[in-house]
């Protein structure tokens, strides 16, 4: 019975499970998830290699004029020496993850998990996967309340593969599209793309990409060739906070 419970284990039936339980599901980057990794025993003992937590996003990527997407690592950490878990044993481990800072937000088709796996030779590694809401820290949420008094509205966020330039940790940048229903900027923009490089809570590197509503014959000409984008780079601290709103219109303003 235990050759044939040692195969069944091998392909995944009767292995050991694991769960992953967080102490809460809400975060900012840079802040520090923490929870229990509790594991299950199954029909025979085995050996754990690795308990492993890694944090995961997933983004757009371009090859020969077709969109698919991949799968991004954040962040991965290993939580324990090798150790064996007997037949319907449990065992639970602490653990505790900060977030970086290029963590995405969640928003529009942004999606964030942490997958917690098993390394196990001879047989089927189990994982379990978790999704967690990231929330913009207080710099990132100024440019968004900043622009929403300029009159734009965050319409769509998604994460697409980095510039060559800008794949200095991470595969993918995360953009955000806003396009403006009021103030100025209604009429005279298409939509406004912005990325953010928060390099603390305190500095961040803004990008915009400005697409300027075309006029006359002149603007359709440059619509259809993409000549009426511009991009801009600018950079801002959380002293600027009380001020974003005039800081950033400083910024669109002049290439409008």
């Known amino acids: 019975m235990s050759v044939f419970n040692k195969v069944l284990a091998s392909i995944g039936i009767g292995n050991t499970q694991v769960d992953t339980k967080l102490s809460k599901d809400t975060f900012r980057p840079g802040d520090i998830v923490t929870g229990?990794?509790?594991?299950?025993?199954?029909?025979?003992?085995?050996?754990i290699d690795e308990i492993y937590l890694s944090l995961h996003t997933s983004y757009v990527k371009e090859h020969d004029d077709k969109k698919f997407h991949q799968i991004a690592t954040i962040e991965r950490v290993r939580l324990n020496e090798p150790f064996?878990?007997?037949?319907k044993e449990n065992k639970e481990f602490p653990f505790s993850l900060k977030l970086p800072n290029e963590t995405p937000v969640t928003y529009g088709k942004t999606k964030?998990?942490?997958?917690?796996?098993?390394?196990i030779k001879n047989a089927i590694d189990p994982k379990d996967?978790?999704?967690?809401?990231i929330e913009p820290n207080p710099l990132v949420q100024s440019v968004f309340s900043a622009l929403g008094e300029l009159g734009f509205n965050l319409r769509n966020a998604d994460c697409e593969e980095a510039p060559y330039r800008f794949r200095n940790r991470m595969p993918f940048i995360q953009e955000f599209?806003?396009?403006?229903?009021?103030?100025?900027y209604k009429g005279k923009l298409d939509e406004l793309e912005a990325v953010l490089f928060v390099k603390n809570n305190d500095e961040a590197e803004v990008y915009f990409e400005i697409d300027r509503k075309g006029r006359g014959l002149a603007g359709l000409f440059a619509e259809a060739l993409e000549m009426d984008e511009t991009k801009v780079r600018g950079f801002i601290s959380s002293s600027d906070i009380?001020?974003?709103?005039?800081?950033?219109?400083?910024?669109?303003?002049?290439h409008v």
Do not use: Y
């Not at 964030?112 to 390394?119: A, E, Q, R």
């Not at 996967?129 to 809401?133: G, H």
């Not at 009380?242 to 002049?254: E, N, Q, T, Y």
């Open 36 to 47: 229990v990794v509790s594991i299950k025993g199954g029909s025979v003992s085995q050996k």
């Open 242 to 254: 009380p001020v974003m709103a005039k800081k950033l219109d400083g910024i669109i303003s002049r």
């Open 84 to 87: 064996e878990i007997s037949p």
């Open 129 to 133: 996967e978790d999704f967690i809401r």
């Open 112 to 119: 964030v998990w942490i997958s917690t796996g098993l390394d």
């Open 177 to 184: 599209e806003f396009v403006p229903l009021s103030g100025a």
